[in-house]
C-alpha cells in the first residue's frame, strides 16, 4: 500500500510562486516515477510535470519555464515550485506516483491564483 500526501497550496496573486510537497509512505519500489497533475472546474485531469527516479524531468508546455519539479529520494518526497503563476493554474494538484504498473494518487491540493 502508498499513500500520497500532498502539502503547500493557497491562495496567490498572480505572478506569485508557490511551492508544493507530496511526501510518500508505504512499500516504494525504487524504480518509479512521481508526477505532479491538476484539474481545474470543469475540466479534465492533466499531467503537469513528471520526474523519474533517476532525476530525469518532463514538463507540460504550458508550464515550461515556469515550475520546477524536483525529488528528494531518500525522503521519498517530490516538490513542485510554481513562479509566475496565472489566474490559469488555479486548480486542484494532485500528487501521483507509478510503480509495479500501477497508479496512486494524493487527495489533492488546492491552488488558487487570484488578485
Known amino acids: 500500500q502508498v499513500q500520497l500526501v500532498e502539502s503547500g497550496g493557497g491562495l496567490v496573486q498572480p505572478g506569485g510562486s508557490l511551492s508544493l510537497s507530496c511526501a510518500a509512505s508505504g512499500t516504494i519500489s525504487g524504480i518509479n516515477v512521481m508526477a505532479w497533475y491538476r484539474q481545474a472546474p470543469g475540466k479534465q485531469r492533466d499531467l503537469v510535470a513528471t520526474i523519474t527516479n533517476y532525476g530525469s524531468t518532463n514538463y507540460a508546455d504550458s508550464v515550461k519555464g515556469r515550475f520546477t519539479i524536483s525529488r528528494d529520494n531518500a525522503k521519498i518526497t517530490v516538490y513542485l515550485q510554481m513562479n509566475s503563476l496565472k489566474p490559469e493554474d488555479t486548480a486542484v494538484y494532485y500528487c501521483?506516483?507509478?510503480?509495479?504498473?500501477?497508479?496512486?494518487w494524493g487527495k489533492g491540493t488546492l491552488v488558487t491564483v487570484s488578485s
Open positions: 501521483n506516483l507509478f510503480q509495479g504498473g500501477r497508479n496512486y
